[in-house]
């Protein structure tokens, strides 16, 4: 796979899985919530950007909420970012295009680590010389799950394709060109402390992916918090704030304006978008609406 179709598959991935930790168990039900306002509804669906075949079918409660939904959200246009002008710009603002580059930007530390990580997967760092830290550790994530039989077939992309073919209509919460800008930023003025955390990130992934799976499909707020939301928060609150906290704020009136209408909508979200003290349940909770795992 060439480093923009890697990059394709693992946008959406890394602003969900960038940081992995911890757990506690606390069991409920699935990753799906039904969000009332009088005789309104919304449903929120938790995603995991890539999946592996055996994790499909996905709980019976997806299907629930989509076939009972004339409307499906997601995060961003998942459809154009096959389209060359998006291609063009991701390149464009991912890569240094003057004469910055890794090894000018990282200091020595980070640039040997990221250097003797790539000798570990058998790949020249040359390859990505000219790529910022955030498409560099995309591209890193999204091979090593893929290493791990994971494929970009996730929750989004499998409920993208279910409602061009039966014709529902799509929406998103936020462009690409948004979703690129956050990528692009990514451990901006701190571009060697965020190659060494994500590198270490990388070297634990294959011991935290079953867990992780296992609290996403049973809607284990407490286990997700932990693994998504807590040590970002105290390892990283600049990156939390814009990657997790900013973009539910921005999320939330559009979710507010759904419950306003008639019409059913399925709202399906990175899994960390849902959890901890500033997920989307808990806004919608504090505002006083109905909220109800299925």
């Not at 890539?50 to 079918?57: E, G, I, M």
């Not at 990657?243 to 399925?266: A, G, H, K, Y």
Request: charged letters at 20%; aromatic letters at 10%; proline letters at 3%.
């Amino acid at each position: 796979m060439n480093n923009m179709a890697v990059f394709r598959s693992g946008c959406n991935f890394l602003l969900t899985f960038i940081v992995l930790m911890l757990s506690n168990n606390v069991s409920a039900d699935t990753s799906v919530w039904e969000v009332k306002f009088d005789s309104n509804t919304v449903y929120l669906g938790g995603t995991v950007h890539l999946l592996r075949p055996s994790d499909y079918p996905l709980p019976e409660e997806y299907e629930q909420a989509y076939q009972a939904s004339s409307k499906i959200y997601l995060e961003t246009d998942l459809s154009s970012m096959n389209e060359l002008s998006v291609q063009t710009k991701m390149l464009e603002q991912l890569t240094y295009q003057n004469a910055r580059s890794l090894k000018t930007v990282l200091n020595e530390e980070a640039y040997t680590a990221l250097s003797d990580y790539m000798v570990e997967i058998g790949m020249p760092l040359m390859m990505m010389e000219n790529f910022k830290p955030g498409m560099v550790i995309s591209t890193l994530q999204v091979m090593e799950f893929q290493r791990n039989g994971f494929t970009p077939q996730g929750v989004d992309v499998y409920f993208n394709n279910r409602a061009i073919e039966d014709a529902k209509t799509l929406g998103q919460l936020e462009s690409i060109q948004e979703q690129i800008g956050f990528l692009a930023s990514m451990g901006e003025g701190n571009e060697s402390e965020f190659i060494l955390l994500s590198i270490r990130d990388l070297e634990e992934t294959t011991e935290i992916m079953n867990d992780m799976i296992a609290a996403w499909r049973t809607g284990n707020n407490d286990q997700l918090a932990a693994m998504f939301v807590t040590e970002m928060q105290n390892e990283a609150p600049d990156l939390y704030d814009t990657l997790l906290r900013q973009r539910n704020l921005n999320w939330f009136p559009q979710i507010e304006q759904m419950l306003s209408d008639s019409v059913t909508e399925f709202v399906l979200v990175g899994a960390a978008h849902l959890v901890g003290p500033d997920g989307l349940l808990r806004l919608l909770s504090r505002k006083g609406y109905q909220v109800r795992q299925l």
